[in-house]
């Protein structure tokens, strides 16, 4: 086959022929002289039916041949000798999966970190919060929140008062009186951050360790016998609502329920009241060590805070408490002289408040080895829930009077606030050998103004007291003293 339009190498009206064109004029040449007039001759029919091309079709092929072989030259000889040839990859193959993996549409940075996705099985683990600790000194609240555990965290701190050792539990605070340094206070938690020692009942404990004589005054272990012996006056210590009941209200009182336990290795009293008042009812507790005159009481305290009240009387240690008469310049002992209370008090005895005199003897006998020149005794009441009101200071009403040789001697009936009552005894004193006994008569006469309950009458025999220094005292008991209004 010839050319149909042959170009000019050099020369002539057109342009000279490059290389590539003459290259790529002669791949076109020899390309389409491989056709032939037989492959344009119709293909034998098929032995089965298909779609039949059209002609325009027929016609194309010389055309797509002529493409195919252009194609080839540019690639050939286009830039470098030899063309880069990349072989597509294979189709995929489709294989049938009950759960297809999805091809993930988008590129993670580098930095990124895939999430995994939990499957059913997983299990989830939270991350606790940030605890943040509170201060140290952070004053509890009114209504201080509880700890996960119920309890504040920290420990207890030790406390000495009078010689009394006890655990300061955690979240409590000490309040004194200004006034009565023989007790003090231990404020719960959910006491007002503004209380102070006035408002230990209903919000706090107190404690009372007696270092002299007691002065008749609430607490005394006689109070332990009584429905009332809770309190010494009028008083409704509801926790969150305390308040002074009015004249005509009734105070109900079921109790006491008394145990023995044992405290500071010493064999304690315990006395447990139910009290009912208007605006509520409310709790109230009292232990007593006797003979080291030290008392824990708690009344009204919720009962949120029994575990502390309770780690405060479990930790009570009174080996450094000085009992009440006792002198470390004295040789005498607080237990040389035995004392009885017998004639018109004894047991299950009667005191009427209508004015009728009753007249009973107080034995005192020496059961050491100490010979007394003087022994003075000493005898008086106590407070008692029938104790009249009083703005400056509650006394029973009444009188006391002792037998001597001349008649009947005026004495206090009650302790009052100093120490006058420990000064008048002496008429009656007396020398007291070993083994020796003596008995006093004396004469009380209650008021009608007294209230009814249970009244402590303490009987004493002392060291002769002119009013300066310390009273010591011998020996000591006290008898309660039933008073009714007849």
Known sequence: MTDKLPRRSGGGDGPAETPTERLLREAMNAR???????????????????????????????????????????????????????????????????????????????????????????????????????????????????TSSGTPTGSASWYNFRGVKFKVPVGWRIAASSSEDYRICVLSPGAPKTAGYNDCAPYGVQVTAYDDPDPGTWPTVSFLDSSGGWGSQPYCPVWANPYVPGPDEQIKSSGPVKTTPTVAGHSALKSQWQVSCAKGSFNAQMWALPKDQVFVSAIGLSVDYQSGLQSIVNSLDVSGHKAPGASSGSVASGSDIAITVDGGLGAGQQVSTNGTPVTFTVTYRNTGQKSYAQVQPLVYTGQYPGTPDSPVLAMNAGKLEVRTGGGWTPLMLSAGGGMDYAIVGKVASFPLAPGATQRVTYRMTLDPTDGPGTMPLLAKATMPYDGSGTLTALGETTVPVAVVKK
Request: cysteine-free.
């Open 32 to 146: 389409t002289s491989l056709i032939t007039a037989h492959d344009l001759r119709p293909a034998d029919p098929p032995n089965r039916r298909i779609r039949r091309l059209r002609p325009a079709y027929l016609a194309a092929v010389p055309i797509f041949a002529l493409a195919a072989a252009l194609a080839i030259g540019v690639l050939t000889f286009h830039g470098d000798p030899v063309a880069d040839h990349e072989v597509p990859p294979p189709a995929a193959t489709v294989t049938a999966s009950p759960s297809p993996t999805a091809e993930p549409t988008a590129t993670p940075t580098p930095t990124a970190t895939p999430t995994p996705t939990a499957t059913p099985t997983d299990t989830a683990t939270p991350t606790a919060p940030e605890t943040v600790a509170p201060l140290a000194d952070d004053t509890p609240s009114s209504t201080p929140a509880p």
